[in-house]
T-cell receptor, first 112, second 115 residues
Framework: GNSVTQMEGPVTLSEEAFLTINCTYT??????LFWYVQYPGEGLQLLLK?????DKGSNKGFEATYRKETTSFHLEKGSVQVSDSAVYFC???????????FGKGTTLSVSS | DVKVTQSSRYLVKRTGEKVFLECVQD?????MFWYRQDPGLGLRLIYF???????EKGDIPEGYSVSREKKERFSLILESASTNQTSMYLC??????????????FGEGSRLTVL
């Protein structure tokens, strides 16, 4: 079935540093890919998505490109802020397309 | 503003107790989901429902049941709580029948401790 693997955390950065969080997937066909974010004490919320190969999703300065050649959907941001401190989850639909499968999450901590 | 509300943020229960976790959404969404979130394991799907009185098992349904009597409400039931069910429980909803392109909206979570 479909699965997703994302880099282990925690990731600790200084403000204005460049961020990359790696995500690779295994899937039948070319499903949509998602990044969700969970801020402290809150539920998850959609950060960005891409629905087909070579699509780039973007939001709040974050970007991720759907690359079918490398089966990857890495999350990037050019200059992180303290307010970006959160847990980030890569996700894709299960093989039946009935629910989302989430990666284990990567904790990002940004200090000023 | 869209909203998924989980009735209890924190619960402490004893082994063997019956536990109800309630979730209500105000977006008239068709689909509702229960996940549990554990450190190092991420989110794992327990049950989901795509219509009233319908339910489907997720990846880890053992020890849980669900109820969806009304479209807006999806309850997770632990018939006899055990310590390995200590976890954060997240409820979510989505409009699309298949969430391939739709967005999941999450509640803030219910942290359950079973002693």
């Amino acid at each position: 079935g479909n699965s997703v693997t994302q880099m282990e955390g925690p990731v600790t950065l200084s403000e204005e540093a460049f961020l990359t969080i790696n995500c690779t997937y295994t899937a039948t066909g070319y499903p949509s890919l998602f990044w969700y974010v969970q801020y402290p004490g809150e539920g998850l919320q959609l950060l960005l998505k891409a629905t087909k190969a070579d699509d780039k999703g973007s939001n709040k300065g974050f970007e991720a490109t759907y690359r079918k050649e490398t089966t990857s959907f890495h999350l990037e941001k050019g200059s992180v802020q303290v307010s970006d401190s959160a847990v980030y989850f890569c996700a894709l639909p299960n093989q039946a397309g009935t629910a989302l499968i989430f990666g284990k999450g990567t904790t990002l901590s940004v200090s000023s | 503003d869209v909203k998924v509300t989980q009735s209890s943020r924190y619960l402490v229960k004893r082994t063997g107790e019956k536990v109800f976790l309630e979730c209500v959404q105000d977006m008239d969404h068709e689909n509702m989901f229960w996940y549990r979130q554990d450190p190092g394991l991420g989110l794992r799907l327990i049950y989901f429902s795509y219509d009233v009185k319908m339910k489907e098992k997720g990846d880890i349904p053992e020890g849980y049941s669900v109820s969806r009597e009304k479209k807006e409400r999806f309850s997770l039931i632990l018939e006899s709580a055990s310590t390995n069910q200590t976890s954060m429980y997240l409820c979510a909803s989505s409009q699309d029948r298949a969430p391939n392109t739709g967005e999941l909206f999450f509640g803030e979570g219910s942290r359950l401790t079973v002693l």
